[in-house]
């Protein structure tokens, strides 16, 4: 075949195209395993840093998680439980999508140094794209121990900033609800809030949004507030 002809130029780069398709083809079915395996092993890193469990290594993830993370449940609306559902294998993302009477809410309930702890699994929407974390309460399942967040397409230097440690650091302490002793009823939870211009001292249900970030700080408070309010009727029923 004539190498200066359009059909060998066209059958040459067919070839070329198919076999590096087939190449990235395959590496992406061998690695498949790997990432799911780290996708697993970071979200074990999460669940256990609100906890206070920090410096895991992804390869001792999964001996931490299991050390501490004493059940993991899947709730229905009403708080009562689904034993049959997985929890750590629901996926916000779809759960959101669903009716409330679809959806099941993860919860995970830990034990550290003789205290119960609750993680509860968020997601939301900040201002380009999809939010999420994890919120741990301690045993009175009312203030806040630890958070951490996440994001896919948040500003650099703006609404990103929901990922360093002086934004998650000032959940630490706050409270849902208005009167512990009033108990978990929607009247009483307040949640917590990222305030435009920086929260007061004394608020126990304000955090300092992020200058510059405020639609992404609204999406943190719309996030807590929703995915918390869900797990309300478990509170209750324990």
């Not at 919120?135 to 990103?160: Q, S, Y």
Request: charged share 25%; net charge negative.
């Amino acid at each position: 075949m004539d190498k200066n002809s359009n059909a060998y130029t066209f059958i040459f780069a067919v070839i070329m195209v198919s076999v590096i398709a087939g190449l990235l083809a395959f590496t992406a079915t061998s690695l498949k395993p790997l990432q799911a395996k780290n996708v697993k092993a970071e979200k074990m890193q999460n669940i256990l840093g609100t906890i206070g469990v920090a410096d895991v290594s992804r390869d001792n993830a999964e001996v931490a998680f299991n050390k501490y993370i004493k059940q993991q449940l899947a709730l229905k609306v009403d708080g009562t439980v689904d034993s049959e559902t997985n929890a750590f294998d629901l996926s916000l993302k779809k759960e959101v999508k669903k009716s409330d009477e679809a959806q099941r809410f993860p919860l995970y309930i830990a034990e550290k140094e003789g205290k119960t702890f609750y993680v509860v699994p968020l997601y939301g929407a900040g201002l380009w794209d999809a939010i999420w974390g994890y919120v741990a309460l301690d045993a009175d399942k009312n203030t806040i121990i630890g958070a951490n967040f996440g994001h896919k397409g948040e500003t650099p230097g703006l609404g990103a900033e929901i990922t360093t440690d002086w934004f998650q650091a000032q959940f630490v302490g706050k409270t849902l609800l208005n009167d512990i002793n009033e108990g978990y009823v929607a009247e009483n939870f307040v949640s917590v809030k990222a305030i435009k211009g920086g929260a007061k001292t004394e608020d126990a249900h304000g955090v300092d949004a992020i200058s510059g970030g405020t639609i992404t700080s609204d999406g943190v408070s719309d996030m807590i507030q929703e995915r918390l309010a869900r797990y309300l009727p478990y509170f209750k029923n324990m």
